[in-house]
């Protein structure tokens, strides 16, 4: 037998022994392939895929380099290259690899529908939208090109095209999680609540029985209890961020414990969104004689004078949306981040990729994710007792820290126009009482619409203030509320998005506002109570349904938190019919804003320092993370 026909012998039953599960068995052949052929592709490609669901992609990496540098023309490899690149972060590498993968291979669908994934996360979904479109005319059947396109498609605002892609995917793979949890999703944008129930509890069965990895941040805003919603992170940590990544010791402590505590926070969001709306003030309050703060940013500069006032508020703003997981972590640990905080936790273009590689010795998650994350490498969520009561802790895999009064930090400076519109101005009649919700389209549930329609129905002459976030939504609603209550043309008000001091300036011609569940007003409620508009809320059991509850408590308002549907209609039809009462919480709000809880921000920010400093004083001490309670200052 000739040596050719030996390695290819012994490649077949290395190929052989991966696919029924011996992966030891295959590695240990390719390796004996390899020392008689150091230049066997096919077996370097092999054993690069072996090493990279063993957990090890650096090898991965120079395998994959080594066998597309032995056969130039092997697109598989090329592709693959850019698979593991694009896992490590690597985006721009990984583009290149895939389009070296086409241009040797144009009918090649997977590396289409990959270079689609990589320009999505490059920030160009047009160019993702060509590159899935080329998959699915090679391949008419790929779901998972499908479900690619519609979150490109979704991206663009192109809703209606984007749930038509989910729906050819589901329909092509009636078990793809992936695809159900986006089209559910879109669905809900849409207010179309026809497959709400079946889809949500399809979900619910994915999670329940382990089979597949459900986006946690979709399946958090259904109404999923906090146990479904820890199974949900778990498997999803597991699925999605690198096991050997999570396993890295954590930097070793300074030896002088008096230096100042370096923070590191870690967001998508440094720019024109809410979650710097809320927390600008945080970051410079804090005390730079105590701390030394650092924002690592992966998202985009959008050029708004918010970004330039974080750039400036930080003590340094490191810019890592053209870094690796890897890289980022690297460049985390060298500047001796201490406590590294994680604001994005799994929400939209997260990276908890990065803080899987234990780049600080504590890790916390804070704010843009209300529930867990499932992850070993994050150490402590802060919270406070409302939001998040201890007997959760079994479904949490951070250790919860309590702060005093609520978990949410605000900005006390932020700006509402001195301009108030006029009600014509923003198609509301003049005499009217104004119920509002600015929610997205998203949280509002068929349960939840049915109260406020029934609200409209009782107080005579009343208005719905809705916010038109895209033109779908706007007609559905439209077309249940005709539906519930006859004649209901023109009891609903669509308003638009504005620029944030116009928004809150808009809030003094709404009466009360009227949060959703199972996902309440977050920051919404923050924005209604800072332009002194009440907030009437429903808390559930799980963290996203209790923001809003939290809120109040602070803000002096404990009497607008009610705990079932029944009791949250009954006292909006109270106060609806009592003028005096609600302006009563009107003026108490308006009188006392700027000393309630809420809005302390300079207390606020010393009570969240107590927090870092008791975490870091604890790892100074070798002791493990554990749950407490902050003290009130």
Aim: aromatic fraction near 8%.
């Amino acid at each position: 037998m000739s040596r050719a026909l030996t390695v290819a012998d012994a490649f077949v039953l290395a190929r052989d022994l991966a696919q029924s599960g011996r992966a030891d068995d295959a590695s240990s052949v390719c390796s004996k392939i390899l020392e008689a052929d150091s230049t066997h592709a096919p077996t370097l490609h092999l054993l690069a895929i072996l090493s990279f669901r063993r957990g090890d992609p650096a090898a991965a990496i120079a395998l994959l380099e080594r066998a597309t540098a032995a056969n130039p023309d092997f697109a598989q490899a090329f592709n693959d290259l850019g698979n593991v690149l694009m896992h490590q972060g690597r985006t721009s590498e990984a583009i290149a690899n895939y389009r070296q993968a086409i241009d040797l291979t144009p009918g090649y669908p997977e590396a289409h529908n990959n270079l689609g994934n990589a320009c999505q996360i490059a920030g160009r979904p047009e160019d993702a939208v060509a590159c899935y479109q080329r998959a699915l005319d090679l391949a008419p059947d790929y779901a998972e090109a499908y479900r690619n396109l519609g979150s490109a498609l979704r991206r663009l605002g192109r809703l209606p095209e984007a749930i038509a892609a989910f729906r050819s995917a589901v329909l092509l793979n009636p078990g793809y999680a992936d695809a159900i949890t986006q089209l559910l999703q879109e669905l809900r944008a849409q207010c179309d609540w026809s497959l709400l129930d079946p889809l949500t509890a399809q979900l619910v069965d994915v999670v329940e029985g382990g089979s597949a990895a459900v986006n946690p941040f979709i399946f958090l805003s259904l109404e999923t209890t906090p146990r479904q919603q820890f199974l949900c992170a778990r498997r999803f940590a597991a699925e999605h961020v690198d096991p050997a990544a999570v396993k890295l010791p954590a930097t070793p402590a300074r030896s002088n414990s008096n230096d100042r505590i370096t923070l590191g926070y870690l967001s998508a969001d440094f720019q024109e969104h809410a979650t710097a709306q809320l927390t600008a003030a945080l970051f410079a309050l804090h005390d730079r004689a105590r701390f030394r703060v650092i924002a690592y940013s992966y998202g985009a500069d959008d050029g708004s004078p918010m970004r330039r006032r974080l750039v400036q508020t930080f003590d340094q703003f490191v810019d890592l949306s053209s870094a690796s997981h890897a890289e980022a972590a690297a460049r985390i640990r060298a500047d001796g981040v201490d406590i590294l905080i994680d604001l994005k936790g799994y929400t939209r273009d997260a990276r908890p990729q990065i803080a899987a590689h234990r780049p600080a010795p504590v890790q916390v998650s804070y704010l843009g994710y209300p529930g867990t994350m499932g992850m070993d490498a994050i150490d402590y969520i802060l919270a406070d007792a409302f939001v998040l009561p201890a007997d959760q802790q079994p479904h949490y895999s951070e250790k919860i820290v309590h702060l005093p009064g609520s978990y949410q930090a605000n900005d006390c400076t932020r700006p509402i126009a001195t301009r108030v519109p006029t009600r014509p101005e923003c198609g509301l009649p003049e005499s009217a009482f104004v119920f509002c919700c600015f929610n997205g389209s998203e949280k509002i549930t068929p349960k939840v619409f049915d109260v406020w329609i029934r609200l409209l129905a009782a107080v005579p002459g009343s208005i719905l203030w809705l916010l038109a976030s895209n033109p779908q939504a706007v007609e559905n609603l439209s077309r249940e509320a005709e539906a519930r209550l006859t004649g209901s043309a023109g009891r609903l008000v669509f308003g638009p998005t504005l620029p944030n001091p116009d928004h809150l300036a808009r809030f003094a011609l709404a009466d009360l506002f009227l949060d959703t569940l199972p996902y309440n007003a977050h920051t919404l409620t923050a924005d209604a109570l800072w332009a002194g508009c009440p907030v009437l809320t429903c808390t559930g059991d799980a963290f996203p349904s209790r923001v809003a509850g939290s809120l109040l408590r602070a803000a002096g308002l404990p009497e607008l938190v009610t705990e079932s549907l029944a009791d949250y209609e009954a006292l909006a039809l109270r106060l609806a019919a009592d003028p005096g009462e609600l302006q009563m919480l009107r003026d108490r709000l308006r009188a006392t804003r700027l000393t309630v809880p809420l809005f302390d921000s300079s207390r606020f920010t010393r009570q969240i320092e107590a927090a870092l400093e008791i975490m870091w004083r604890r790892y100074l001490d070798g002791e493990q993370p554990r749950p407490f309670t902050v003290p009130a200052i």
